[in-house]
């Protein structure tokens, strides 16, 4: 096996995924202990140009017609041969709807481990992934010889993934794609919202901790005496007690509030993400314990049902005079 | 259709989580268990599609203490077939040799689709779902909200950042990878529950967990030593509301 560090560039119709850069700033964090390569591997469609501001040692571009969208079948296809052939001392994938739908099907193929949700990697070969929410570190020795790594931001920066002058590309050709089970029929676009969140500068956020539909009620209230939006995190969603164009998090919107309000969320990795763009973000929680305080400037420990109403009217007061 | 769900439960994220004493595992001896979130998801989605395009819905998990109830509820929403995994334990197990453990289960089923949670919590080397899809040797599409089917193909709504979709056209036999279910999980009466447990069988299979070379190794697990933590407001409610008001005015929200 190589000392080399593969990152599989992920796309979304023509734009490079922010985690692309993560990756490869990761990767040549790796490298300086092992003395490889990075080697970005991008598949596409009349995508060579996606290649251009890549921090990579050489980019491996495999060009075909079935891989304009992300199909899994298609992207393990091509995968499979090229990392069974040059052999990388690691594979890194996003830990997102893209480099998740791959890194199992790749790890039984190829028999190599997978070391996933991983936020750290280091030039002597230990990585750190994150589980539980956030709540608990794991940390190893990425598994010899060879490993797939499916990585989340947090600690690479994604500008140290950036290069000013455009890499070396070399063409790579695709395998037969034929016997494809999987295809695309259509994006569909988000549902035409009432208000863009990502916009908006006073956020009242509610999260699992809100407990019903009805509670939604009083993070309303509170917004509407903020000249705030009310937004959520993904239980609440998945509830259906607010609308999916209110969603803050990894599937959601990334947001950029003056003010962050979260009550009731705890501060799992996939929302925090989205929001550490936030001028201010103050968490009211139950859990001390929550990683969401670890992220905020203010806290407070509370039952948030003793504290909504009292700051609603406050508020209202303060506004008032 | 034929439909297998495969679920396990995790440790609450609500209850206070520890580390054991060779430091590099989850303490769960005091852990309470609760069925993966999305896996939850995974089971209401299968139940919808019976209901939608009909067939059969079989639950499958291993044996963890709460897990009977986890089986029962699903029975009382419309499952058909139930199946523990006897000797094994999801708390025990890395995601590689739980979906080993359920390859051999699940191809005897002969299932047109596969449903799991996306993800769960505590996986460190990947979700179940997507390691199953490669020792069945099925394609595998996660992060899905939505499934139709029709002329036997499979269409699946798959989700992007911001709320953007991709509809994908799978041919069985697939795998799943659930994200939420295409309504919340049904709430169902504890009579009905109870019913369930007199009408409905576990069947149990009896497993020998053959540890899979892909496993990763953990060398220690800590909690996160935050950079930084919040400045916390203490007092009563009013006291602090009051507070709050201040720190609204100084950031200019008010």
Redesign the interface.
């Known amino acids: 096996m190589g000392a080399d560090a593969y990152v599989v560039i992920e796309h979304?119709r023509g734009q490079v995924a922010d985690i692309s850069y993560v990756m490869l700033a990761a990767a040549r964090e790796l490298v300086q202990g092992s003395g490889g390569k990075v080697v970005a591997i991008l598949l596409g469609h009349k995508a060579k140009d996606l290649s251009t501001d890549l921090s990579a040692d050489e980019v491996l571009y495999v060009e075909h017609a079935d891989l304009q969208?992300?199909?899994?079948?298609a992207y393990q296809a091509v995968l499979l041969p090229l990392i069974k052939q040059n052999q990388p001392r690691v594979v890194l994938l996003g830990n997102t709807?893209i480099g998740?739908?791959?890194?199992?099907?790749?790890?039984?193929?190829l028999?190599?481990?997978?070391?996933?949700?991983c936020r750290q990697l280091m030039s002597d070969g230990k990585f750190v992934?994150?589980?539980?929410?956030?709540?608990?570190?794991?940390?190893?020795?990425l598994?010899e010889p060879a490993?797939l790594v499916?990585m989340t931001p947090g600690v690479h920066r994604s500008d140290d993934g950036k290069a000013a002058a455009p890499p070396h590309v070399t063409d790579v050709q695709p395998p037969a794609l034929e016997a494809l089970?999987?295809?695309?029929?259509?994006?569909?676009?988000?549902?035409a919202a009432d208000v863009d969140i990502s916009k908006e500068?006073?956020l009242i956020s509610v999260g699992r901790g809100i407990q019903n539909k009805d509670n939604v009620e009083l993070a309303e209230d509170l917004a509407k005496a903020?000249g705030?939006v009310v937004t959520a995190s993904r239980?609440v969603?998945?509830?259906?007690w607010l609308a999916?164009?209110r969603?803050v998090g990894?599937?959601?919107?990334h947001v950029k509030p003056?003010?962050y309000l979260a009550i009731g969320i705890?501060g799992?990795p996939e929302h925090v993400e989205a929001i550490t763009d936030s001028?201010?973000i103050?968490?009211i929680n139950q859990?001390p314990?929550a990683?969401i305080?670890?992220?905020?400037?203010?806290?407070?420990?509370?039952d948030m049902f003793?504290?909504i109403e009292?700051?609603t009217?406050?508020?209202k007061a303060?506004?008032g005079a | 259709m034929n439909i297998a769900v495969v679920a396990k439960l995790v440790?609450d994220?609500?209850e206070?989580?520890s580390?054991d004493a060779s430091g590099?595992k989850?303490d769960t001896s005091f852990a309470r268990f609760i069925v993966s979130?999305s896996d939850d998801?995974a089971i209401e989605e299968g139940i919808l599609l019976k209901e939608r395009f009909g067939g059969q819905v079989t639950i499958i998990a291993p044996d963890d203490e709460g897990i009977d109830d986890v089986m029962y509820t699903a029975a009382a929403k419309g499952a058909d077939r139930l199946m523990k995994l006897k000797g094994i334990s999801a708390a025990e197990m890395s995601?590689?040799a739980l979906?080993r453990a359920f390859a051999d289960v699940v191809s005897e089923l002969k299932p047109d689709l596969v449903l799991a949670g996306?993800?769960a919590?505590?996986?460190?080397?990947?979700?179940v779902?997507?390691?199953?899809?490669?020792?069945l040797g099925m394609?595998?599409?996660?992060?899905v909200s939505g499934i139709s089917m029709q002329d036997g193909q499979a269409?699946v709504?798959?989700?992007?950042?911001?709320?953007?979709?991709?509809?994908?056209?799978?041919?069985p036999p697939?795998v799943v990878?659930i994200?939420?279910a295409e309504?919340?999980p049904r709430y169902v009466a504890v009579s009905k529950v109870r019913q369930a447990m007199k009408s409905s069988t576990i069947e149990e299979r009896a497993l020998t967990v053959v540890e899979a070379?892909?496993?990763?190794?953990?060398?220690?697990?800590?909690?996160?030593e935050?950079?930084?933590?919040?400045?916390?407001?203490a007092g009563t409610?009013?006291e602090?509301?009051?507070k709050?008001?201040e720190?609204?005015?100084e950031?200019?929200?008010?």
């Open positions: 979304l969208d992300f199909i899994p079948d709807t998740a739908d791959i890194a199992g099907g790749l790890s039984v193929a028999d190599l481990p997978l070391v996933s949700s992934c994150q589980i539980c929410g956030g709540k608990i570190l794991a940390e190893g020795n598994p490993t499916t089970r999987t295809h695309l029929s259509k994006y569909i676009e988000p549902e500068p006073v903020l705030g239980p969603i998945d509830q259906s999916t164009s969603l990894k599937s959601g919107k003056k003010l705890s799992a001028e201010t103050i968490a859990d314990a990683p305080f670890d992220l905020a400037k203010y806290g407070v420990e509370i003793e504290l009292v700051l009217a406050k508020v303060a506004r | 440790p994220l609500v206070e989580l580390i590099a989850l979130e998801h995601s590689h979906a996306v993800q919590h505590n996986d460190l080397d990947g979700s779902g997507s390691l199953l899809a490669g020792f394609p595998y599409v996660g992060y269409t709504r798959k989700e992007y950042p911001a709320g953007l979709i991709a509809e994908l056209q799978v041919t697939a990878g994200q939420a309504q919340p070379p892909a496993a990763q190794h953990i060398d220690r697990m800590f909690k996160p935050p950079a930084q933590h919040a400045t916390m407001l409610p009013d602090i509301a009051s709050l008001v720190i609204l005015r950031i200019g929200v008010i």
